[in-house]
């Protein structure tokens, strides 16, 4: 199975320099654990999670006076969303990553396969009888 039909396509995004503190409100208003950072031609820069929040203020720094860009994952993976369930957790796993970004052809943003993406796709291999 394609992570394509799995993915969230309606991707929360933030700039380099917004705080971290609004991009944290947002993710909590939004219900999701992370926000693409996009870069310059709109193409994803980085990745900004809720572990990236919790580290900043584990280390009693001020969230709303740091920039996005102080704190972000630059190292992504990015996927196709042709990429299989089954490849997906491999490189989540290998990578140690709860968050594979989806992009087209182009470098494109498309969408985001999450954790809780993958425990569903996982779900549906197993439960789909074989032909």
């Given amino acids: 199975m ?41 193409k994803p820069a980085g990745i900004v999670t809720d572990r990236d ?3 900043v203020v584990a280390q ?15 190292r992504i993976s990015t996927a196709p969303d042709t990429m299989t369930v089954l490849e997906a957790a491999n490189t ?3 990578k140690n990553f709860r968050h594979l970004v989806v992009v087209d052809d182009t470098g494109a943003l498309v969408g985001v396969f999450s954790m809780r993406d993958l425990v569903v796709g996982l779900l549906q291999e197993i439960s789909t009888p074989a032909s």
């Fill in 60 to 74: 009693g720094r001020d969230p709303t006076s740091i920039a996005v860009r102080d704190c972000l994952t630059r």
């Fill in 92 to 94: 989540m796993r290998e």
């Fill in 2 to 42: 394609e992570i394509g039909p799995l993915i969230t396509r309606s991707v929360l995004t933030v700039g380099e320099n917004d705080s971290l503190s609004d991009a944290a409100r947002e993710m909590v208003e939004r219900g999701v654990g992370s926000a693409v950072v996009l870069g310059q031609g709109g």
């Fill in 53 to 55: 929040t919790l580290k």
